[in-house]
């Protein structure tokens, strides 16, 4: 059991370096007053905006969910310590194809990262329930229970969202709902009908998707209920557009667009033309792109590059994967797309470095680095080349 305020902040950098927990020690404002060094520093007053202190006393431990990341908290008052909280944890590990832009828990990050930073954001796994088990005990010296653990959401009725826990089975799963797997089935066939070119089944299916009572209400705002659904389903369609051949920047570029339409869209029916509009646009760019045929290596070539962006990639490495000689690859590569690799490698890291520079954090040092740049003078030059900027300029006008 620990006894001092001290004690309790020695314990902090021990727990993040052996279990990978995030611990907070919080005010009885809910202000930070404490965090593992290694890992991100808050905003001090970043759980005061979803988690209320009254939740927290009513149970042993408190299972908050917010966006998506899971918290642990519990009350345990140690001089100006009040309440302790663990986490985030987030539903799967993370990998280099995610964008920290897709993390709203980043957004709140005060102190610099890396991209490996962010790769190591905790997230859900077997082991979870026994290590939160152990830390309670040996900071509180009580036991604590597996069924502690899901007791206050199965309890709670006014929950905007609720969840049902599975820690034991190392997975966080939203509430059983057979309308969920009816909703996945009609954007199922939507993406498909887009990546075939077909807009007219797409809207058709969306209209009636939207007319589907889910009851999974985001907001007290029905208008902005809807906004935020719009918003995951355009992800979608970029995703899915991405897949069958369209550059990402056009991609993102259109879902940008569609994103401000939805989010300055002052009624239901604006909302309803915005998505409809957004699926003829995203199956133009499909139509524009998926049809330019490339040879199977070429498209082997090209998907390797865009999945291996944050490493150093070589001529040898993409004649390995297609089974070809470098110097015969490196020709017919060239014929067929009219670009060398060395040229397409390029534009592709410039691509991402683009959406590094508007989207992150990242200093323009740190991206040359994530990119695997030789030299920040080696990105200024290619970056410069590829679009007639320096990174510097770029940035100032984004």
Wanted: some cysteine.
């Amino acid at each position: 059991m620990i006894q001092t305020s001290q004690e309790l902040k020695n314990l902090i950098p021990l727990i993040y370096q052996n279990f990978h927990m995030p611990l907070f020690l919080l005010s009885k404002d809910m202000k930070i007053i404490g965090y593992p060094q290694q890992f991100f520093e808050l905003e001090e007053d970043y759980f005061t905006h979803f988690i209320n202190k009254q939740d927290i006393i009513k149970y042993k431990i408190y299972t908050c969910f917010h966006e998506n990341e899971t918290y642990f908290c519990f009350a345990y008052i140690l001089d100006d310590v009040q309440f302790i909280c663990i986490g985030p944890y987030f539903p799967r590990k993370i990998t280099s194809q995610d964008h920290p832009s897709d993390f709203p828990f980043l957004k709140h990050v005060i102190s610099t990262y890396k991209i490996n930073d962010f790769i190591n954001l905790p997230y859900a796994h077997h082991e979870i329930t026994s290590q939160l088990i152990f830390i309670y005990q040996v900071i509180t010296g009580q036991i604590l229970k597996a069924e502690e653990l899901k007791l206050n959401y199965r309890e709670a009725s006014v929950q905007p969202l609720k969840q049902e826990n599975s820690l034991e089975q190392e997975i966080f799963k939203i509430r059983e709902n057979p309308l969920h797997d009816f909703s996945y089935s009609y954007e199922k066939k939507i993406i498909n009908y887009i990546q075939s070119e077909n807009s007219t089944a797409a809207r058709i299916l969306m209209s009636e998707l939207m007319q589907i009572k889910d009851e999974r209400q985001l907001s007290q705002s029905q208008i902005q209920s809807i906004k935020y659904k719009l918003v995951a389903v355009i992800t979608l369609f970029t995703r899915a557009v991405i897949d069958v051949g369209v550059p990402i920047a056009k991609a993102y570029t259109l879902s940008d667009v569609y994103i401000m339409k939805v989010d300055q869209a002052q009624s239901i029916d604006q909302l309803h033309k915005s998505v409809s509009d957004a699926i003829i646009d995203f199956t133009k760019l499909v139509k524009r792109y998926k049809n330019i045929q490339n040879p199977h290596w070429v498209k082997e070539c090209k998907n390797y590059i865009s999945h291996h962006l944050h490493q150093s990639i070589s001529l040898n490495d993409l004649a390995d994967l297609v089974g070809m000689n470098p110097s015969y690859l490196s020709t017919q590569f060239k014929k067929v797309t009219h670009q060398s690799i060395k040229q397409y490698i390029n534009e592709k890291k410039v691509q991402e470095a683009q959406f590094l520079i508007q989207t992150s954090h990242y200093s323009l040092a740190e991206i040359s680095d994530i990119l695997q740049f030789s030299s920040q003078s080696h990105f200024h030059k290619v970056f410069k080349a590829v679009t007639g900027l320096s990174p510097s300029e770029y940035k100032n006008k984004h």
